[in-house]
């Protein structure tokens, strides 16, 4: 069946890099946002037709970004699903790299939405019949999907790229006890024996500060902290603190979705890190790690 793959806003770098991996068509879109703050897309194709029967496929992250916050993201996505339906594709594939609003799984405090799940059914609604993300922060929520999903795991990347770095007698700092079992799984990408340690975290659920605290030997080692996501860099600062203060000799900060908001890039390296790594799951200056091939590679074998 022939592809044909649509080039999201947010996922410029990335969809051109995943179509010529396909060697397959792509367009890109028009799109701003009106006077009044209403998104408005285009899929650039002066005939419509051009879509009927063709596998189509969507590529949209969702994350912020300069130009844009994640909510219009999500319209746009949405816009571009809607657009596509019309024109009577034989199939249609939704790839989100960064999945937004999947830390919102949970209910921690009265009165909260569930709204990773709302995302969820919006997307069900539409009837896509394939959907991939990302290293999705809440994995669980793959499962509600309707068609067939797929949550792909972007570690190897990382791990591929930091040790062409030159790292050596490497440690994997996991950036809470909750995230043992991701780190764990990440540090057999450097090898079986990789250790894996962790510091002590708490988080306050209502102003969202953490307190972090730990010490351990990592004189002369190279230290990697990864996590899925790092927002405005507040924990994975306090890990690189201790760990410098541990006596690490070289400091790798990772993350899938390296969104980097505010002041994360000058808390960061400030705190201690050689390097910021990131994927082009976010379009950014950190986007050292290219999804396209491990993407492609799900979409050829389908």
Do not use: W
């Not at 029967?53 to 916050?69: H, L, M, R, S, Y």
């Not at 994995?139 to 509600?144: A, G, I, K, M, R």
């Not at 760990?243 to 969104?259: F, Q």
């Not at 390296?269 to 790690?289: H, M, P, Q, R």
Request: with cysteine.
């Amino acid at each position: 069946m022939e592809k044909i793959l649509i080039v999201g806003p947010a996922s410029q770098m990335l969809g051109v890099r995943m179509a010529k991996e396909l060697e397959i068509e792509y367009v890109n879109t028009e799109f701003k946002r009106f006077p009044d703050g209403e998104n408005y897309v285009r899929l650039n194709i002066e005939d419509e037709t051009n879509l009927a029967n063709k596998e189509v496929i969507i590529v949209q992250t969702t994350g912020p970004d300069a130009t844009a916050d994640q909510n219009s993201r999500l319209f746009e996505l949405f816009m571009m699903i809607d657009s596509v339906k019309r024109m009577a594709p034989a199939k249609i594939i939704v790839v989100i790299p960064y999945l937004a609003y999947a830390r919102q799984d949970k209910i921690f405090r009265p009165g909260e939405s569930q709204f990773a799940n709302v995302v969820i059914g919006i997307l069900n609604s539409f009837g896509i019949d394939e959907l991939y993300v990302v290293d999705v922060h809440a994995p669980l929520l793959v499962s509600q999907s309707l068609c067939k999903a797929v949550n792909i795991d972007s570690m190897k990347l990382l791990a591929d790229y930091i040790k062409a770095q030159g790292a050596e007698d490497i440690v994997v700092i996991s950036p809470d006890k909750g995230a043992m079992e991701r780190s764990r799984a990440f540090a057999k990408h450097f090898g079986e024996e990789i250790p894996v340690e962790y510091f002590e975290k708490e988080r306050d659920v209502k102003t969202g500060e953490i307190e972090m605290s730990g010490k351990l030997n990592l004189k002369g080692k190279d230290v990697v902290i990864a996590d899925d996501i790092i927002s405005t860099g507040g924990t994975m600062a306090s890990a690189i603190k201790i760990a410098k203060k541990s006596g690490a000799k070289k400091i790798y900060a990772a993350a899938t979705h390296a969104l980097l908001l505010q002041q994360a890039k000058f808390r960061i390296l400030n705190a201690g890190a050689d390097e910021i790594i990131g994927t082009d799951s976010i379009d950014n200056e950190v986007a050292k790690v290219s999804l396209a091939k491990t993407i492609a590679d799900y979409l050829k074998f389908d």
